[in-house]
């Protein structure tokens, strides 16, 4: 079974756009197994799958009218988001994963939004934060024009109802900056009527969780669907985490196999799925008004 990608091998090419940036501090976690409420934080215990309030059906009723693909979400993040561990999948045929229990649950939201889980999300890359996302350094100049973010790039390409928004590790250097380069993605996305869904991320490497109150804050602020990812996999061991305390642990998309659930891969396409089935179902019920 292969590994994902690195998050943090492609750091380097970071530091060629961030030139404040001058040294890599380990971003391994402690030993010490700290906790958020150490730090007075306080999204820990928010739902893993949010509901969607009537601002999120706001926000879908507007994109649906603006002409947005309700049939087509994008990824925004980094490696954990680029690889293909990430929902890719799903996109292909059933030897590639067994939905066991949650078969007749998941198979219409399968259909439903075929070929966004396997879309090749043109700001989502190995080494990503949440800078680079509004860089134009790191656009792909073959699908892009030259006056695009990845991120804008990304919304004229895919079209997409829906944005998965998963970053904050690789700013683990500089947590001060990630709140503020946060705020104008989600603000680039809310202007065009594009629902983002923010999601706590599983590491600490800043060591005392404010990236992932940071998170929850904005999600607060702005009234959108927080996806606590970080409360899924707090009772797996080593809560989720490799040795290095960044990458998850992985496993393959057997929903069936009780060994399956040791395993933090497992709960990110899992719960992924589960709120994605909460989205179709509110898009099909605005269509159908």
Request: hydrophobic residues 35%.
């Amino acid at each position: 079974m292969k590994k994902p990608p690195s998050c943090s091998k492609n750091l380097f090419f970071l530091i060629l756009s961030l030139p404040f940036f001058f040294s890599v501090p380990s971003f391994a976690q402690s030993i010490e197994d700290r906790r958020p409420s150490d730090f007075g934080r306080t999204w820990q215990d928010l739902p893993i799958v949010p509901e969607l309030n009537e601002n999120s059906l706001r926000i879908l009723k507007a994109g649906i009218a603006a002409g947005h693909n309700p049939h087509a979400f994008s990824k925004v993040g980094d490696c954990d988001t680029s690889t293909d561990w990430y929902l890719a999948d799903f996109d292909k045929d059933s030897r590639y994963y067994n939905l066991g229990e949650y078969r007749d649950r998941f198979e219409p939201v399968l259909s439903y939004y075929k070929g966004s889980f396997s879309h090749r999300s043109l700001a989502a890359k190995p080494g990503f934060s949440a800078a680079s996302v509004l860089s134009n350094y790191w656009l792909d100049f073959n699908s892009c024009e030259p006056d695009e973010l990845p991120l804008t790039c990304e919304y004229r390409i895919q079209n997409p109802l829906i944005v998965l928004i998963s970053l904050g590790t690789n700013d683990g250097y500089n947590p001060p900056a990630f709140k503020e380069n946060l705020r104008t993605i989600i603000e680039i996305t809310l202007s065009e009527n594009r629902l983002p869904i923010l999601m706590t991320k599983a590491d600490n490497v800043e060591g005392d969780f404010s990236i992932n109150q940071d998170i929850a804050d904005l999600a607060q602020e702005y009234d959108l669907p927080l996806w606590n990812f970080w409360a899924a996999i707090q009772d797996l061991p080593n809560h989720g985490l490799v040795e290095d305390g960044i990458h998850l642990t992985f496993y393959k998309n057997d929903f069936a196999d009780p060994n399956a659930f040791n395993y933090a891969w497992t709960y990110r396409n899992l719960t992924a799925l589960q709120l994605l089935e909460k989205l179709m179902q509110a898009t099909e019920k605005l269509q159908n008004k």
